[in-house]
């Protein structure tokens, strides 16, 4: 958006956009760095779950059974997986500085957590595979793997230990396309729009719930 259009190698491809989707966190940071859009909606919200092989074999009910010599974890990487800090914030509530060193440091060193680089494709990849036993992911994740058929089960996070992400879109104050924009906005708090993101495990963002609405 910086450079004013899409640069692939020596291709580039002039194109502004009219919305930007993110975490809310990030549109109220740019927001605040230099005043750009004109209108907000936070439209879904998302939470941690565990994702595990269909029976869960190792008996995994909590992110506490992730520090277990015995369970073999496929970890986001935090030096590029942005998922990996609200998860390191579920070890600290769940089980304090031991679970995180224990996932983080102690099962790194013995092979035991497998660091990914893209944790959606390869967290289902390995515990099909039988690398990994159990994976931290957003909960959408796993319960798509169970909606095209994978042998994959959720393990549900309890909310005192679970962390959480809003999604919010934006309409650029100079869109071309302003009209396309709202419509696009207005479409993803509609009721269809709603349905859609109910249906793949997503949750109302906190101002919809609430009854609330979008932010200008």
């Known amino acids: 958006m ?18 930007y989707t993110a975490g809310s966190g990030r549109i109220e940071r740019m927001q605040k760095e230099r ?8 439209y879904a919200r998302n939470r941690l779950a565990v994702m595990v092989r269909k029976g869960n074999p190792k008996n995994v009910r909590s992110l506490e059974d992730l520090g277990r010599p015995d369970v073999r974890v496929s970890m986001p990487n935090p030096q590029w997986e942005g998922i990996a800090t609200p998860i390191e914030a579920a070890y600290m509530a769940a089980g304090g500085r031991e679970l995180v060193n224990a996932v983080m440091e102690t099962k790194v060193k013995d092979g035991t957590t497998c660091l990914t680089h893209i944790h959606h494709r390869q967290t289902p990849l390995r515990i099909l595979a039988g ?4 994976g931290p992911v957003w909960y959408t994740e796993s319960r798509f793997q169970e909606t095209i058929g ?3 089960e959720t393990i549900e996070i309890p909310d005192r230990h679970n962390q959480s992400v809003t999604y919010a879109a934006a309409s650029f104050s100079d869109a071309p396309h302003p009209e396309a924009a ?3 906005l207005n479409f993803l708090m509609s009721d ?3 349905s859609i993101y109910r249906k793949y495990g997503f949750e109302p963002p906190p ?3 609430s009854g609330g609405g979008g932010r200008d």
């Open 35 to 42: 005043p750009q859009f004109k209108r907000t909606v936070d």
């Open 182 to 184: 709202d419509a696009f």
């Open 207 to 209: 101002a919809a719930a």
């Open 2 to 19: 910086e450079q004013g259009g899409l640069i692939v190698g020596n291709l580039r491809i002039n194109i502004r956009p009219d919305v």
């Open 131 to 134: 690398e990994s036993d159990a």
């Open 150 to 152: 994978h042998p994959i």
């Open 192 to 194: 269809k729009g709603q």
